[in-house]
């Protein structure tokens, strides 16, 4: 469930405010209610709890059985809708009431802002591991335990993703989902990291050869190998079910997709890049990449310039219709795809670096300055500086998406329909 519309009750609105009981007219749902039913939405009631009181009390669950019995009475099918508590700290717990006016609890709440806030809804992940006593010594049992209970999601496997995925292994996370269609290649090997000329003579997928060695080193992290494209309607929904993505692709194609999925489905989305330019006389004119945070209802990687819509044209002809592809390039209605970048392992190792500590931050803020002055970092190692921006003016294309989750076709892109 993702959080598409907020309707705020106004205070002069309330019947009964007092420290501990909240009444308001439940008529002022009906117009939200009816778009509710267009749109194919569906209703979570939210309310604050003093901050000793982290359970749903006797009055919130008559309260609750009451509203949502006319809630259901109003949409076709059984749908589940959701009644949430609000803590003075921020913190949400939740569940789910059905039909017949029983309770479930919500397996997680999460919240994809300047910081990354996550709580789970249900029992502990256990005592934590021995291997990762010396990291929580620093970020704390309770964010190293919040990592051993999240999914995240890789998608590319290559250069920046094999190192980011090692990474986040040894920091003790619960389950992995790797998304890449491709192959180990010889041309790989310089920089996948356990990637072996076995696997490349015998063509292994990327993703299978990342699970075999996550699985070989054997820190309880869960596995999930996909050889699939972005660009594929399973791939979509498996990764929406994450708690936080990762981008490690080259192509705007694929990582406008994955920012419309992450702003769709309430995600926070690290983007890592990495550019390295040659001068043409043997040295070196540029060593560059950075890290872009992107959050639900902010700037986009268009909007930021990072991507241009004429490159994700020309990527989605390529994969679509090479020879149509082709005959545009040649008469220059279209920009030609780069590919076969230059790679330097060291180079991607330092970058993905950058990409898991933006996370970790987020997650368990450390620095002196807020999350939300570093919305894009990025580093020149040919001029050894680093550089920060905050995030900017939401992006008009994405903005109206946030939280529409499910859609048909999905993220309202026609290659994606059913």
């Known amino acids: ?19 501990i009981r909240v009444s308001w007219p439940t008529s002022m749902l009906i117009p939200h209610l009816e778009r509710a039913i267009r749109r194919g939405h569906a209703v979570l009631k939210i309310h604050s709890h003093r901050g000793d009181f982290r359970f749903f009390s006797e009055v919130d669950d008559v309260s609750d059985r009451n509203l949502f019995h006319s809630v259901y009475g109003w949409f076709d099918g059984n749908a589940p809708h959701a009644s949430a508590v609000m803590l003075p700290d921020g913190e949400i717990f939740g569940r789910v009431v059905t039909d017949a006016g029983r309770f479930a609890p919500l397996h997680s709440v999460a919240v994809a802002g300047h910081d990354f806030h996550f709580w789970p809804g249900g029992n502990s992940a256990g005592p934590l591991p021995i291997f990762t006593q010396r990291h929580a010594q620093i970020f704390g049992q309770g964010t190293t335990a919040r990592l051993r209970m999240s999914t995240a999601a890789v998608i590319g496997c290559s250069g920046t993703g094999s190192p980011l995925i090692e990474q986040l292994v040894r920091l003790g996370i619960g389950r992995l ?7 180990v290649e010889e041309k790989n090997l310089n920089r996948i990291l356990h990637s072996t000329m076995e696997d490349a003579k015998a063509r292994r997928p990327k993703v299978e050869v990342m699970a075999r060695e ?17 660009v594929d309607s399973e791939t979509v929904r498996r990764v929406a079910q994450c708690d936080v993505v990762f981008g490690c692709m080259d192509g705007a194609e694929g990582r406008n997709l994955l920012n419309r999925l992450a702003t769709f489905y309430c995600l926070p989305y690290f983007d890592v890049g990495v550019r390295l330019e040659a001068d043409g006389q043997g040295g070196v004119s540029q060593v560059c990449g950075g890290v872009h945070y992107l959050q639900p209802g902010g700037s986009s990687l268009l909007s930021r310039g990072v991507i241009s819509s004429e490159d994700i044209e020309a990527e989605a002809l390529r994969r679509s219709d090479p020879v149509e592809y082709e005959r545009r390039f040649k008469v220059g209605y279209i920009r030609g795809v780069r590919e076969d970048r230059p790679a330097v392992v060291s180079v991607n190792m330092h970058f993905a670096s950058m990409a898991v500590n933006e996370f970790l931050a987020r997650l368990h803020p450390f620095r002196d300055d807020p999350n939300e002055d570093y919305a894009w970092v990025s580093t020149s190692l040919t001029q050894m500086h680093n550089y920060a921006k905050p995030d900017g003016v939401a992006c008009a294309r994405l903005a109206r998406h946030v939280g529409r989750g499910d859609t048909n076709p999905l993220l309202d892109m026609p290659i994606l329909g059913q």
Do not use: F, S, W
Request: aromatic share 0%.
């Open 1 to 19: 469930m993702t959080v598409h519309d907020l309707v705020m009750i106004p205070h002069d609105a309330c019947t009964e405010r007092t420290p």
């Open 177 to 183: 989902l790797l998304v890449d269609p491709d192959v």
């Open 214 to 230: 996550i699985n070989r080193i054997g820190l309880g992290t869960e596995v999930i190998p996909l050889q699939k494209n972005l």
